[in-house]
């Protein structure tokens, strides 16, 4: 009986020394190979809480798998998340195992902002985000076609397909992967403005106001004139007068355009020519932002026919050719 209760008072003190040393290494900070600054790892889908104390060893952290999994299991019985997100983590001087597993049961990865403009071309965005520090390039390898195949939309034209916002990613996020958010967001928005559409608008499809809203975006820059040079295309469309756009006509120029749009250029024909072909361009020509495709579904009530530029980013609109003339001399040409 002696012996039992002697084993047990061992055992006992044995687990409290167990639990004490435990404690110690938990609420000590982990040797990391900075003093200053932090320590990136990347933690891929799927990985074991072994294979998390390999990426961190490999760091050059030091965490023993051992005690690493058993406060994992603590974590986890006290309520933590039975999994550890995918993404880059980061940690600094100081922090302690237990810290390190707040972060990483809460899937507190790094992230970062990206900008995809308004207005800019696919092609435009494609340069950016060769360019843009903390991604992972993946489009750098695949051609327009099997970018959009990659993103399950195969056959699409990339051009207006994405929606222009400033996104917060992880870090080392791909690029194909913020494209793929942008597409999805695109499509929320875009479904949404077209369930409230304007009634009586000649658009067929979704597509085809998105066409529309990427003229409008490079057309203006003032929020206030969009509803207006959109009501002008809109009234044009009705009308079935060519759109006559020198947007779209600089868009099919392509490589060819340097700067200068000449008449020639306007009396060249390719899909986008709206001044040599009726209706619609093939696809839009540029990233359409909100305000854009609002003014596209919600164009003002106008008999517009014809607009041009003042100047200062603002444009006249008038009625009828005549009035427009006017306009063209006054604020092109300085005549009064």
């Known amino acids: 009986m002696k012996t039992l209760l002697r084993l047990a008072v061992f055992l006992f003190c044995l687990g409290g020394v167990a639990v004490a040393a435990l404690y110690g290494w938990l609420t000590r900070p982990l040797t990391l190979p900075v003093t200053a600054g932090t320590v990136e790892f990347r933690i891929p889908a799927g990985t074991s809480l072994r294979g998390v104390a390999t990426i961190l060893a490999e760091a050059g952290i030091n965490a023993q798998p051992d005690l690493l999994a058993f406060a994992m299991f603590l974590k986890r019985w006290r309520g933590g998340g039975p999994h550890i997100r995918t993404g880059t983590y980061g940690i600094t001087a100081g922090t302690t195992p237990w810290e390190l597993l707040d972060i990483l049961v809460a899937g507190r990865v790094l992230q970062m902002d990206v900008r995809l403009v308004e207005g800019w071309t696919f092609r435009q965005w494609r340069a950016r985000l060769r360019q843009q520090a903390g991604l992972a390039h993946e489009l750098e390898r695949l051609s327009d076609a099997e970018v959009m195949a990659r993103l399950n939309l195969a056959g699409t034209s990339p051009e207006g397909a994405f929606f222009p916002d400033t996104y917060r990613v992880d870090l080392h996020a791909s690029d194909l992967e913020l494209l793929g958010l942008a597409a999805q967001t695109l499509q929320k928005h875009l479904r949404r403005e077209w369930a409230a559409r304007q009634d009586g608008l000649p658009y067929r499809t979704p597509y085809e106001a998105l066409i529309v809203a990427s003229i409008v975006e490079k057309e203006t820059g003032i929020d206030a004139d969009r509803p207006m040079v959109a009501s002008v295309f809109v009234n044009r469309l009705r009308l079935g007068m060519r759109l006559q756009t020198d947007p779209t ?67 006249a609109f008038s009625e009828t050719l005549e009035e427009h003339n006017q306009a063209v001399n006054r604020f092109q040409r300085g005549q009064r």
């Open 249 to 315: 006509v600089i868009y099919g120029l392509g490589d060819a355009f340097d700067g200068n749009l000449r008449r020639r250029d306007l009396e060249t024909d390719t899909p986008y020519n709206t001044y040599t072909r009726a209706g619609l361009p093939p696809t839009p020509i540029a990233m359409p932002g909100l305000a854009s495709i609002r003014a596209a579904l919600h164009p003002a009530r106008t008999r517009h026919l014809y607009f041009v530029a003042r100047g200062d980013g603002s444009s």
